[in-house]
């Protein structure tokens, strides 16, 4: 069936007014999956009349996240306790249903499934099920519903669908697809660029730079792998940052980052590298000790019980890139 079509059905089922609708992110949500969330909230309510609810369930880190959000009023909300168990459908973006990185309540049902990570547990319930592990981002993929309908629409929306694009492809430089390409060039033309720059290029706070500092003193390098640790970070999503930030390092082709908050260990992966698979390769790591997932040149996870676990991740991490543990060298000797 075409996806036109199959959405259409999505819009009958919810011609039942009485139905509440939730939109549901990962529980630390980035700009693409904040970005879809608001493009198929548009979407529902220019298609069905439906006023669906956007949630979460962790944390906005990223201090660009939170001027995203605050700057182009999106209606995203954390869900607390058992506020979820009132909605009746539930809505999946950048995530899915057997993941551990979303709250999805027990025994609820899965109107739509929208993402572009791989599916981990084989087939996803769901009455629409969307998931193309090639497309760099889930805000392209709402972008392609969009247009199927000929929607117009605000340049709120598309500043942030465009963000997303640029967040997730690192400018349509990384794991990428035409569909990317179609729709950040078609973006492109509508944005609000003072706005986009206000989220781009934000105030930080002190605690970023203290972050940062920490990063390159326990930094150490192997070869063209780098690893460091931020020892508690001040947002989870702060591991991703500095590991986009030192895969920028002369001779460096992968980087591994940790970041401690609320008692979980957060990790991120990145390489420059073509077929590294990041995202299987995180969660293969993750397995039995915690949760991960990503894409092919970038990946990440939590890790629980860190002073456990962490051991054993790294151990898996240096068989699976064969790393010899001691011959790690101090990235910045003269710190420490
Ligand atoms: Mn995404």
Known sequence: ???????????????????????????????????????????????????????????????????????????????????????????????????????????????????????????????????????????????????????????????????????????????????????YKKLFLKVDYKKLHMIEYPELPKEYFFDFADAINSARVFNDILITDLGKAFVPDMTGEMADYFLRMEGISLVLVFGEFNNMLYFSLRTTKRGKRLGRVSYELTEGIGSGGGHNKSGGGVITNPLLNKKIFLDRFFKKFGITADKLTLLYPGII
């Open 1 to 183: 069936m075409k996806l036109k079509e199959r959405l259409n059905k999505v819009i009958e089922i919810l011609s039942d007014k009485s139905k509440k609708v939730c939109i549901l992110t990962h529980t630390n949500p980035d700009p693409d999956a904040i970005a879809s969330a608001y493009a198929l909230w548009f979407f529902l309510k220019k298609t069905a009349g439906v006023n669906a609810a956007i949630y979460y369930d962790g944390i906005i880190g990223r201090i660009n996240n939170r001027i995203m959000v605050e700057l182009l009023n999106i209606p995203i909300k954390k869900a607390r306790n058992d506020f979820l168990k009132k909605f009746d459908y539930f809505c999946l973006v950048d995530t899915q249903p057997g993941k551990r990185n979303n709250c999805l309540p027990k025994g609820k049902k899965v109107l739509m499934v929208i993402d572009h990570h791989f599916e981990d547990n084989g087939k996803n319930e769901g009455e629409f099920v969307d998931v193309r592990e090639n497309v760099g981002s889930t805000a392209a993929m709402v972008c392609q519903y969009l247009d199927s309908f000929k929607i117009e629409i605000t340049d709120t929306l598309a500043t942030a669908l465009f963000y997303g694009i640029k967040t997730d492809t690192d400018g349509l430089l990384r794991d990428f697809s035409s569909i990317d390409e179609r729709y």
